[in-house]
RNA sequence: GGCCUGGUGGCGGAGUGGUUACGCAGCGGCCUGCAAAGCCGUGUACUCGAGUUCGAAUCUCGACCAGGCCUCCA
Protein backbone atom coordinates (compact mmCIF):
# COMPACT_ATOMS: atom_id res chain seq x y z
CA UNK A 1 0.00 0.00 0.00
CA UNK A 2 2.06 3.22 -1.25
CA UNK A 3 0.87 6.88 0.06
CA UNK A 4 -0.04 9.42 -3.10
CA UNK A 5 0.29 12.47 -1.74
CA UNK A 6 -0.59 15.41 -4.77
CA UNK A 7 2.30 17.70 -4.85
CA UNK A 8 1.45 21.29 -5.85
CA UNK A 9 5.13 22.04 -7.62
CA UNK A 10 3.47 18.84 -9.74
CA UNK A 11 0.44 19.03 -10.28
CA UNK A 12 -0.48 15.88 -9.99
CA UNK A 13 -0.70 12.73 -7.24
CA UNK A 14 2.77 11.20 -6.90
CA UNK A 15 3.95 8.26 -4.60
CA UNK A 16 5.21 9.25 -1.55
CA UNK A 17 9.09 8.39 -0.95
CA UNK A 18 10.88 9.72 1.94
CA UNK A 19 14.47 10.51 1.16
CA UNK A 20 15.10 8.54 4.41
CA UNK A 21 12.94 6.07 6.10
CA UNK A 22 14.49 6.14 9.56
CA UNK A 23 13.93 9.84 9.44
CA UNK A 24 10.52 11.51 7.61
CA UNK A 25 10.43 15.21 7.80
CA UNK A 26 7.34 17.03 7.69
CA UNK A 27 7.18 20.78 8.18
CA UNK A 28 4.12 23.60 8.12
CA UNK A 29 3.72 26.69 8.26
CA UNK A 30 2.39 27.66 11.76
CA UNK A 31 0.70 31.02 13.09
CA UNK A 32 1.86 34.40 13.58
CA UNK A 33 1.10 34.71 17.25
CA UNK A 34 -0.35 37.91 17.63
CA UNK A 35 -4.11 36.70 18.32
CA UNK A 36 -5.93 33.64 19.02
CA UNK A 37 -6.15 31.39 15.99
CA UNK A 38 -9.92 30.99 14.36
CA UNK A 39 -11.54 28.12 12.81
CA UNK A 40 -9.44 28.87 9.35
CA UNK A 41 -6.26 28.80 10.90
CA UNK A 42 -7.22 25.57 12.46
CA UNK A 43 -7.83 23.59 9.24
CA UNK A 44 -4.01 22.97 8.39
CA UNK A 45 -2.87 21.80 11.62
CA UNK A 46 -5.88 19.12 11.85
CA UNK A 47 -5.33 18.07 8.17
CA UNK A 48 -1.17 17.82 8.65
CA UNK A 49 -2.22 15.92 11.84
CA UNK A 50 -3.85 13.40 10.14
CA UNK A 51 -0.66 13.28 7.76
CA UNK A 52 1.80 13.56 10.82
CA UNK A 53 -0.44 10.15 12.16
CA UNK A 54 -0.37 8.32 8.96
CA UNK A 55 2.98 9.06 8.66
CA UNK A 56 4.26 7.49 12.27
CA UNK A 57 1.53 4.41 11.33
CA UNK A 58 3.72 3.75 8.53
CA UNK A 59 7.09 4.76 9.26
CA UNK A 60 7.11 4.09 12.74
CA UNK A 61 6.40 6.64 15.99
CA UNK A 62 9.86 7.82 16.05
CA UNK A 63 10.77 7.70 12.67
CA UNK A 64 8.92 11.13 11.87
CA UNK A 65 9.93 14.78 12.75
CA UNK A 66 7.12 17.36 12.64
CA UNK A 67 8.16 20.63 12.70
CA UNK A 68 6.06 23.90 12.67
CA UNK A 69 7.10 27.50 13.33
CA UNK A 70 5.78 30.25 15.60
CA UNK A 71 6.37 33.93 13.85
CA UNK A 72 6.71 35.71 16.71
CA UNK A 73 8.44 38.49 14.87
CA UNK A 74 5.79 40.50 13.03
CA UNK A 75 4.25 44.02 12.51
CA UNK A 76 0.92 43.17 13.92
CA UNK A 77 2.71 41.65 17.09
CA UNK A 78 4.83 45.03 17.50
CA UNK A 79 1.62 46.72 17.32
CA UNK A 80 -0.37 44.47 19.62
CA UNK A 81 2.77 45.11 22.22
CA UNK A 82 3.13 49.01 21.85
CA UNK A 83 -0.81 49.24 22.62
CA UNK A 84 -0.75 47.21 25.62
CA UNK A 85 2.37 48.56 26.49
CA UNK A 86 4.58 45.42 27.07
CA UNK A 87 7.50 43.46 25.51
CA UNK A 88 6.82 41.38 22.07
CA UNK A 89 7.53 38.30 24.30
CA UNK A 90 3.98 39.20 26.45
CA UNK A 91 1.96 38.62 23.54
CA UNK A 92 3.48 36.23 21.44
CA UNK A 93 3.80 33.67 24.73
CA UNK A 94 0.27 34.57 25.78
CA UNK A 95 -0.94 33.56 22.44
CA UNK A 96 1.27 30.74 21.88
CA UNK A 97 -0.26 29.38 24.97
CA UNK A 98 -3.62 30.02 23.48
CA UNK A 99 -3.07 28.20 20.34
CA UNK A 100 -1.47 24.98 22.19
CA UNK A 101 -4.86 24.84 23.87
CA UNK A 102 -6.85 24.94 21.12
CA UNK A 103 -5.42 23.03 19.27
CA UNK A 104 -4.83 20.63 21.71
CA UNK A 105 -8.66 20.67 21.85
CA UNK A 106 -9.09 19.73 18.17
CA UNK A 107 -7.01 16.65 19.24
CA UNK A 108 -3.83 17.74 16.96
CA UNK A 109 -0.83 16.56 18.26
CA UNK A 110 1.99 18.85 19.29
CA UNK A 111 4.36 19.07 16.50
CA UNK A 112 8.24 17.53 17.56
CA UNK A 113 9.82 20.37 17.05
CA UNK A 114 8.31 24.26 17.47
CA UNK A 115 10.63 26.60 16.41
CA UNK A 116 10.82 30.03 17.05
CA UNK A 117 11.77 32.62 14.65
CA UNK A 118 13.49 34.84 17.47
CA UNK A 119 15.60 31.85 18.23
CA UNK A 120 17.01 31.48 15.22
CA UNK A 121 17.74 35.04 14.72
CA UNK A 122 21.46 33.60 13.86
CA UNK A 123 20.79 30.96 11.72
CA UNK A 124 18.75 33.73 9.91
CA UNK A 125 21.02 36.42 9.68
CA UNK A 126 23.68 33.32 8.77
CA UNK A 127 21.41 32.68 5.46
CA UNK A 128 21.17 35.79 4.91
CA UNK A 129 24.76 36.53 4.79
CA UNK A 130 25.26 33.40 2.17
CA UNK A 131 22.62 34.38 -0.11
CA UNK A 132 24.53 38.28 -0.01
CA UNK A 133 28.14 36.52 -0.87
CA UNK A 134 26.63 34.16 -3.43
CA UNK A 135 25.19 37.24 -5.06
CA UNK A 136 21.77 36.28 -4.65
CA UNK A 137 20.81 38.96 -2.49
CA UNK A 138 21.86 42.44 -2.69
CA UNK A 139 21.64 45.62 0.11
CA UNK A 140 19.80 48.87 -0.78
CA UNK A 141 18.60 51.50 1.80
CA UNK A 142 19.06 49.52 5.18
CA UNK A 143 16.89 46.47 3.39
CA UNK A 144 18.61 43.36 2.10
CA UNK A 145 16.59 42.05 -0.93
CA UNK A 146 16.15 38.81 -2.04
CA UNK A 147 17.34 38.98 -6.37
CA UNK A 148 14.66 37.11 -7.83
CA UNK A 149 16.65 37.13 -11.45
CA UNK A 150 19.36 35.03 -9.05
CA UNK A 151 16.67 32.03 -9.60
CA UNK A 152 15.74 30.75 -12.58
CA UNK A 153 12.86 28.72 -11.91
CA UNK A 154 11.16 31.45 -9.87
CA UNK A 155 7.43 31.25 -10.45
CA UNK A 156 7.44 27.67 -10.29
CA UNK A 157 5.36 26.23 -7.77
CA UNK A 158 2.45 29.20 -8.09
CA UNK A 159 2.43 28.88 -12.20
CA UNK A 160 3.74 32.02 -12.42
CA UNK A 161 6.41 33.83 -14.22
CA UNK A 162 7.71 37.63 -13.75
CA UNK A 163 6.51 39.30 -16.26
CA UNK A 164 2.67 38.24 -15.32
CA UNK A 165 3.96 39.61 -11.83
CA UNK A 166 4.62 43.01 -13.76
CA UNK A 167 1.87 43.34 -15.73
CA UNK A 168 -0.58 42.34 -12.66
CA UNK A 169 1.62 44.18 -10.37
CA UNK A 170 -1.43 45.83 -7.83
CA UNK A 171 1.26 47.97 -5.20
CA UNK A 172 3.82 49.90 -6.23
CA UNK A 173 7.38 48.84 -6.43
CA UNK A 174 9.22 49.92 -4.03
CA UNK A 175 12.06 52.31 -5.72
CA UNK A 176 15.10 50.60 -4.33
CA UNK A 177 14.40 47.42 -5.88
CA UNK A 178 15.81 45.90 -8.65
CA UNK A 179 12.71 43.74 -9.57
CA UNK A 180 9.17 44.61 -8.72
CA UNK A 181 9.17 41.20 -7.68
CA UNK A 182 12.27 41.15 -5.09
CA UNK A 183 11.07 40.61 -1.33
CA UNK A 184 12.54 41.28 1.69
CA UNK A 185 15.38 39.41 3.74
CA UNK A 186 16.25 41.88 6.47
CA UNK A 187 15.11 45.68 7.02
CA UNK A 188 15.72 48.29 9.52
CA UNK A 189 13.42 48.55 12.70
CA UNK A 190 11.02 51.48 13.47
CA UNK A 191 11.90 53.55 15.91
CA UNK A 192 10.47 51.42 19.30
CA UNK A 193 10.45 48.27 17.56
CA UNK A 194 12.54 44.96 18.43
CA UNK A 195 15.62 44.89 16.80
CA UNK A 196 18.55 42.80 15.85
CA UNK A 197 22.06 43.17 15.46
CA UNK A 198 23.17 41.93 12.01
CA UNK A 199 26.41 42.68 9.80
CA UNK A 200 23.89 44.23 7.49
CA UNK A 201 22.89 46.66 10.12
CA UNK A 202 20.76 46.82 12.75
CA UNK A 203 17.21 45.91 12.18
CA UNK A 204 14.67 42.39 11.79
CA UNK A 205 14.27 39.68 9.33
CA UNK A 206 11.74 39.56 6.34
CA UNK A 207 8.89 36.79 6.76
CA UNK A 208 9.99 34.53 4.15
CA UNK A 209 13.34 34.48 5.50
CA UNK A 210 12.46 33.25 8.99
CA UNK A 211 10.87 29.81 7.47
CA UNK A 212 13.96 28.54 4.75
CA UNK A 213 16.34 29.28 8.27
CA UNK A 214 13.84 27.15 10.52
CA UNK A 215 13.49 24.73 8.08
CA UNK A 216 17.13 23.87 7.64
CA UNK A 217 18.36 24.19 11.72
CA UNK A 218 15.36 22.30 12.55
CA UNK A 219 14.86 19.42 9.99
CA UNK A 220 17.78 20.19 7.13
CA UNK A 221 16.98 20.18 4.00
CA UNK A 222 15.55 19.06 1.35
CA UNK A 223 13.00 18.00 3.74
CA UNK A 224 10.21 15.41 2.35
CA UNK A 225 7.03 17.31 3.19
CA UNK A 226 5.81 21.21 3.34
CA UNK A 227 2.66 21.95 3.74
CA UNK A 228 0.84 24.96 4.51
CA UNK A 229 -2.84 26.70 3.36
CA UNK A 230 -3.67 27.31 0.18
CA UNK A 231 -2.69 31.07 0.51
CA UNK A 232 0.89 30.64 1.45
CA UNK A 233 1.95 29.02 -2.20
CA UNK A 234 2.84 32.42 -3.55
CA UNK A 235 4.67 34.41 -2.43
CA UNK A 236 5.55 32.65 0.81
CA UNK A 237 6.05 29.00 -0.47
CA UNK A 238 7.64 30.54 -4.05
CA UNK A 239 10.22 32.69 -1.87
CA UNK A 240 10.93 29.70 0.37
CA UNK A 241 11.78 27.89 -2.40
CA UNK A 242 14.10 30.29 -4.06
CA UNK A 243 16.32 31.38 -0.80
CA UNK A 244 16.87 27.70 0.40
CA UNK A 245 18.36 26.76 -2.89
CA UNK A 246 19.89 29.73 -3.80
CA UNK A 247 21.63 29.47 -0.44
CA UNK A 248 22.50 25.78 -0.93
CA UNK A 249 23.92 25.76 -4.41
CA UNK A 250 27.10 25.18 -5.70
CA UNK A 251 26.95 21.74 -5.25
CA UNK A 252 27.40 21.45 -9.41
CA UNK A 253 25.98 17.21 -9.48
CA UNK A 254 23.15 17.33 -7.51
CA UNK A 255 19.80 19.28 -8.60
CA UNK A 256 19.26 20.67 -5.50
CA UNK A 257 15.36 20.17 -3.60
CA UNK A 258 14.13 22.52 -0.77
CA UNK A 259 10.88 19.62 -0.27
CA UNK A 260 10.18 16.45 -2.02
CA UNK A 261 6.62 17.11 -1.36
CA UNK A 262 4.59 20.10 -1.26
CA UNK A 263 0.77 20.30 0.18
CA UNK A 264 -1.49 22.91 0.33
CA UNK A 265 -5.03 22.69 1.82
CA UNK A 266 -8.09 24.87 0.42
CA UNK A 267 -9.79 27.34 2.25
CA UNK A 268 -12.58 27.80 4.67
CA UNK A 269 -15.42 30.21 4.43
CA UNK A 270 -17.65 31.30 6.72
CA UNK A 271 -21.65 31.03 5.49
CA UNK A 272 -20.00 30.95 1.99
CA UNK A 273 -17.97 34.13 2.32
CA UNK A 274 -14.62 34.87 3.54
CA UNK A 275 -13.51 35.33 7.04
CA UNK A 276 -12.55 38.29 7.67
CA UNK A 277 -12.53 41.13 10.61
CA UNK A 278 -14.37 43.58 8.94
CA UNK A 279 -16.94 41.19 7.96
CA UNK A 280 -17.32 40.40 11.57
CA UNK A 281 -17.42 36.38 11.18
CA UNK A 282 -14.52 35.69 12.66
CA UNK A 283 -15.02 32.46 14.81
CA UNK A 284 -12.19 31.64 17.33
CA UNK A 285 -11.45 28.18 18.17
CA UNK A 286 -11.58 29.25 21.53
CA UNK A 287 -14.49 30.39 21.49
CA UNK A 288 -16.11 27.21 19.69
CA UNK A 289 -14.64 24.15 21.40
CA UNK A 290 -16.86 26.06 24.70
CA UNK A 291 -20.01 25.64 22.46
CA UNK A 292 -19.42 22.31 20.72
CA UNK A 293 -16.93 19.31 21.25
CA UNK A 294 -13.56 19.51 20.05
CA UNK A 295 -13.39 16.57 17.92
CA UNK A 296 -17.02 17.59 16.50
CA UNK A 297 -15.57 20.52 15.15
CA UNK A 298 -12.24 18.49 14.26
CA UNK A 299 -14.47 16.06 12.36
CA UNK A 300 -16.20 18.88 10.48
CA UNK A 301 -12.84 20.39 9.27
CA UNK A 302 -12.57 16.86 8.02
CA UNK A 303 -15.47 15.91 6.43
CA UNK A 304 -14.63 17.85 2.88
CA UNK A 305 -11.11 16.54 1.15
CA UNK A 306 -8.40 18.73 2.75
CA UNK A 307 -7.83 20.52 -0.84
CA UNK A 308 -11.27 21.30 -1.39
CA UNK A 309 -12.79 24.50 -0.04
CA UNK A 310 -15.13 24.01 3.14
CA UNK A 311 -17.88 26.40 4.30
CA UNK A 312 -18.38 26.66 7.48
CA UNK A 313 -22.23 26.45 8.70
CA UNK A 314 -23.94 26.05 11.95
CA UNK A 315 -25.62 22.80 9.47
CA UNK A 316 -22.03 21.65 8.96
CA UNK A 317 -21.16 20.99 12.87
CA UNK A 318 -24.82 19.63 13.84
CA UNK A 319 -24.51 17.12 11.43
CA UNK A 320 -20.87 16.25 12.51
CA UNK A 321 -21.80 15.76 16.09
CA UNK A 322 -24.84 13.95 14.75
CA UNK A 323 -21.81 11.45 12.82
CA UNK A 324 -20.38 11.22 15.79
CA UNK A 325 -23.34 10.10 18.01
CA UNK A 326 -23.89 7.03 14.96
CA UNK A 327 -20.31 6.28 16.01
CA UNK A 328 -20.19 6.46 19.42
CA UNK A 329 -23.41 4.97 20.07
CA UNK A 330 -22.29 1.77 18.44
CA UNK A 331 -18.91 1.56 20.73
CA UNK A 332 -21.03 2.54 23.76
CA UNK A 333 -23.04 -0.65 22.54
CA UNK A 334 -19.67 -2.91 22.50
CA UNK A 335 -18.45 -1.27 25.72
CA UNK A 336 -18.21 -4.98 26.71
CA UNK A 337 -16.06 -6.41 23.97
CA UNK A 338 -12.21 -6.11 23.92
CA UNK A 339 -10.64 -4.69 20.90
CA UNK A 340 -8.22 -6.79 18.61
CA UNK A 341 -4.66 -4.78 18.00
CA UNK A 342 -4.89 -4.97 13.85
CA UNK A 343 -2.22 -7.06 12.32
CA UNK A 344 -1.54 -4.18 9.55
CA UNK A 345 -2.72 -0.84 8.27
CA UNK A 346 -4.83 -2.15 5.21
CA UNK A 347 -7.88 -0.37 6.78
CA UNK A 348 -6.31 3.02 6.60
CA UNK A 349 -6.03 2.50 2.60
CA UNK A 350 -8.86 5.31 1.78
CA UNK A 351 -6.08 7.81 3.61
CA UNK A 352 -3.29 6.51 1.46
CA UNK A 353 -4.92 8.26 -1.76
CA UNK A 354 -3.93 11.63 -0.91
CA UNK A 355 -5.70 11.85 2.60
CA UNK A 356 -9.01 11.18 1.53
CA UNK A 357 -10.77 11.78 4.66
CA UNK A 358 -14.35 12.01 3.22
CA UNK A 359 -13.48 8.08 1.94
CA UNK A 360 -12.16 7.47 5.10
CA UNK A 361 -15.74 8.59 7.47
CA UNK A 362 -17.84 6.22 4.92
CA UNK A 363 -15.20 3.94 5.94
CA UNK A 364 -15.47 4.32 9.99
CA UNK A 365 -19.55 4.12 9.69
CA UNK A 366 -19.01 0.60 7.08
CA UNK A 367 -16.85 -0.71 10.07
CA UNK A 368 -19.37 0.76 12.86
CA UNK A 369 -21.75 -1.02 10.80
CA UNK A 370 -19.94 -4.65 11.06
CA UNK A 371 -19.65 -4.28 14.76
CA UNK A 372 -22.90 -3.49 15.18
CA UNK A 373 -24.22 -6.61 13.21
CA UNK A 374 -21.22 -8.54 15.05
CA UNK A 375 -23.00 -7.92 18.80
CA UNK A 376 -26.25 -8.61 17.41
CA UNK A 377 -25.70 -11.49 15.77
CA UNK A 378 -22.84 -12.83 17.87
CA UNK A 379 -20.55 -13.88 15.14
CA UNK A 380 -17.77 -13.50 16.86
CA UNK A 381 -16.22 -11.45 15.33
CA UNK A 382 -16.92 -7.89 17.21
CA UNK A 383 -13.10 -7.79 18.59
CA UNK A 384 -11.60 -7.89 14.85
CA UNK A 385 -14.24 -5.27 13.86
CA UNK A 386 -14.14 -2.82 17.04
CA UNK A 387 -10.31 -3.13 16.64
CA UNK A 388 -10.17 -2.06 13.07
CA UNK A 389 -12.56 0.68 13.79
CA UNK A 390 -10.30 2.01 16.81
CA UNK A 391 -7.42 2.11 14.47
CA UNK A 392 -8.54 3.89 11.89
CA UNK A 393 -10.68 6.39 13.59
CA UNK A 394 -7.36 6.73 15.37
CA UNK A 395 -5.21 8.23 12.90
CA UNK A 396 -8.36 10.39 12.22
CA UNK A 397 -8.00 11.68 15.97
CA UNK A 398 -11.55 10.33 16.86
CA UNK A 399 -13.63 8.39 19.01
CA UNK A 400 -10.96 7.72 21.47
CA UNK A 401 -12.97 9.23 24.54
CA UNK A 402 -15.04 6.72 26.40
CA UNK A 403 -18.62 6.57 24.72
CA UNK A 404 -19.80 7.42 28.11
CA UNK A 405 -18.34 10.29 28.84
CA UNK A 406 -19.17 11.67 25.00
CA UNK A 407 -23.00 11.25 25.78
CA UNK A 408 -22.60 12.64 28.88
CA UNK A 409 -20.04 14.98 28.75
CA UNK A 410 -21.71 18.17 29.32
CA UNK A 411 -23.02 16.77 32.32
CA UNK A 412 -21.42 17.61 35.87
CA UNK A 413 -21.87 15.25 39.02
CA UNK A 414 -24.68 17.18 40.28
CA UNK A 415 -26.53 16.65 37.34
CA UNK A 416 -25.65 13.33 36.71
CA UNK A 417 -26.85 12.37 40.19
CA UNK A 418 -29.84 14.25 40.10
CA UNK A 419 -30.46 12.42 36.76
CA UNK A 420 -29.36 8.65 37.99
CA UNK A 421 -32.26 9.30 40.87
CA UNK A 422 -35.09 10.61 38.09
CA UNK A 423 -34.29 7.47 36.28
CA UNK A 424 -34.50 5.27 39.24
CA UNK A 425 -37.69 6.47 40.33
CA UNK A 426 -39.29 6.13 36.82
CA UNK A 427 -37.97 2.67 36.35
CA UNK A 428 -40.05 1.46 39.63
CA UNK A 429 -43.06 3.84 37.58
CA UNK A 430 -42.40 2.21 34.58
CA UNK A 431 -42.34 -1.69 36.64
CA UNK A 432 -45.55 -0.48 37.97
CA UNK A 433 -46.58 0.01 34.90
CA UNK A 434 -47.60 3.46 36.45
CA UNK A 435 -46.85 4.93 32.48
CA UNK A 436 -48.30 8.30 33.18
CA UNK A 437 -45.63 9.11 36.13
CA UNK A 438 -43.04 7.77 33.95
CA UNK A 439 -43.60 9.83 31.43
CA UNK A 440 -43.53 12.73 33.49
CA UNK A 441 -40.33 11.93 34.73
CA UNK A 442 -39.06 11.17 31.24
CA UNK A 443 -40.54 15.00 29.95
CA UNK A 444 -38.96 16.21 32.92
CA UNK A 445 -35.71 15.04 32.25
CA UNK A 446 -36.38 16.54 28.48
CA UNK A 447 -36.37 19.84 29.77
CA UNK A 448 -32.95 19.12 31.62
CA UNK A 449 -31.83 18.34 27.83
CA UNK A 450 -31.63 14.39 28.69
CA UNK A 451 -32.88 12.15 26.07
CA UNK A 452 -33.46 8.63 28.08
CA UNK A 453 -33.42 5.25 26.62
CA UNK A 454 -34.65 2.37 27.78
CA UNK A 455 -33.30 -1.00 27.09
CA UNK A 456 -33.25 -4.41 27.98
CA UNK A 457 -30.98 -3.75 31.21
CA UNK A 458 -32.57 -0.18 32.52
CA UNK A 459 -32.45 2.67 31.00
CA UNK A 460 -29.71 4.71 29.50
CA UNK A 461 -29.15 8.43 29.07
CA UNK A 462 -27.38 11.23 27.10
CA UNK A 463 -26.96 14.71 26.72
CA UNK A 464 -28.73 16.36 24.64
CA UNK A 465 -26.06 18.23 22.10
CA UNK A 466 -26.70 21.92 22.51
CA UNK A 467 -26.82 23.78 19.10
CA UNK A 468 -23.16 24.93 17.81
CA UNK A 469 -21.66 28.45 16.67
C1' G B 1 -5.12 41.64 -16.66
C1' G B 2 -2.31 36.92 -15.03
C1' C B 3 -2.49 32.39 -12.12
C1' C B 4 -5.23 28.60 -9.25
C1' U B 5 -9.47 26.00 -7.32
C1' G B 6 -14.38 24.30 -7.42
C1' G B 7 -19.65 23.74 -9.50
C1' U B 8 -22.89 16.18 -7.70
C1' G B 9 -29.70 14.54 -4.86
C1' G B 10 -33.35 18.83 0.73
C1' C B 11 -28.17 19.51 3.24
C1' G B 12 -22.85 17.87 3.74
C1' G B 13 -19.77 15.21 0.55
C1' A B 14 -16.72 10.97 -2.19
C1' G B 15 -16.11 8.36 -6.58
C1' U B 16 -16.11 5.78 -11.35
C1' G B 17 -16.39 5.98 -18.95
C1' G B 18 -21.47 1.41 -18.81
C1' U B 19 -23.41 -1.56 -12.17
C1' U B 20 -28.06 3.73 -6.67
C1' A B 21 -20.64 5.75 -2.04
C1' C B 22 -21.38 7.42 2.76
C1' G B 23 -23.49 10.67 6.61
C1' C B 24 -27.59 14.04 8.08
C1' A B 25 -32.68 15.07 7.07
C1' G B 26 -37.50 12.76 4.76
C1' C B 27 -40.91 8.64 3.94
C1' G B 28 -42.81 3.33 5.04
C1' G B 29 -42.21 -0.79 8.29
C1' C B 30 -40.07 -3.62 12.62
C1' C B 31 -38.90 -3.03 17.71
C1' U B 32 -41.03 -0.18 22.16
C1' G B 33 -46.42 0.54 27.17
C1' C B 34 -45.34 5.19 24.34
C1' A B 35 -40.67 7.10 22.99
C1' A B 36 -35.43 7.27 22.16
C1' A B 37 -31.64 4.27 20.21
C1' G B 38 -31.27 0.35 16.78
C1' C B 39 -32.83 -2.64 12.51
C1' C B 40 -35.13 -3.37 7.42
C1' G B 41 -36.81 -0.89 3.11
C1' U B 42 -37.29 3.64 0.05
C1' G B 43 -37.25 8.57 -3.17
C1' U B 44 -34.44 12.58 -5.16
C1' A B 45 -28.16 13.99 -8.49
C1' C B 46 -24.23 14.92 -11.29
C1' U B 47 -24.21 23.96 -13.99
C1' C B 48 -25.03 24.64 -19.44
C1' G B 49 -23.58 23.76 -24.71
C1' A B 50 -20.73 21.18 -28.31
C1' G B 51 -17.37 17.14 -29.32
C1' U B 52 -14.98 12.06 -28.71
C1' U B 53 -17.46 7.19 -27.78
C1' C B 54 -21.52 1.59 -28.85
C1' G B 55 -22.19 4.37 -24.20
C1' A B 56 -20.19 10.43 -20.29
C1' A B 57 -22.29 13.12 -14.66
C1' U B 58 -17.12 10.72 -15.37
C1' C B 59 -12.57 12.37 -21.22
C1' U B 60 -11.88 17.08 -24.63
C1' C B 61 -13.22 22.10 -25.89
C1' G B 62 -16.15 26.30 -24.89
C1' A B 63 -19.55 29.13 -21.87
C1' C B 64 -21.63 30.54 -17.35
C1' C B 65 -21.34 30.79 -12.01
C1' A B 66 -18.70 30.83 -7.27
C1' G B 67 -14.26 31.21 -4.36
C1' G B 68 -9.03 32.12 -3.77
C1' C B 69 -4.06 34.20 -4.97
C1' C B 70 -1.16 38.19 -7.43
C1' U B 71 -0.37 43.00 -0.76
C1' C B 72 -0.14 40.63 5.72
C1' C B 73 -3.15 36.09 5.56
C1' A B 74 -4.25 28.89 6.98
Known amino acids: ?14 AFVPGNPQRVTLYVCGPTVYNFAHVGNAR ?32 KINQKAAEEGVEIGVITDRYIDAYHADMDALFALRPDL ?28 GHVLFDTAAYDAYGQLSGRNLEDMIAGARVEVAPYKRHGADFVLWKPSKPGE ?61 T ?25 NVLLVHDLVKQVPGEAVRWALLAAHYRAPLDWTTKLIDQSVKALDRLYGVLQRAKAIAATA ?16 PQAFSQLFALADDLDRALREDTGEAAHHKGQLLHLAGILGFLQADPDAWFMGGADADLAAKIEDLLKTRLEARANKDFAAADRIRDALNALNVVVMDGPDGATWRLRETQGS
Open 44 to 75: PVVVFDVLYRILRALYGQDAVVYARNFTDVDD
Open 256 to 280: PVYARFWLHNGFLTMDAEKMSKSLG
Open 194 to 254: PVWESPFGPGRPGWHIECSAMVEAALGSPIDIHGGGHDLIFPHHENEIAQSICAKAGHAHE
Open 1 to 14: MTLMLHDTLARDKR
Open 114 to 141: EPRATAHMGDIIAMIQTLLDKGAAYAAE
Open 342 to 357: PSDNSVLSPLMDDLNT
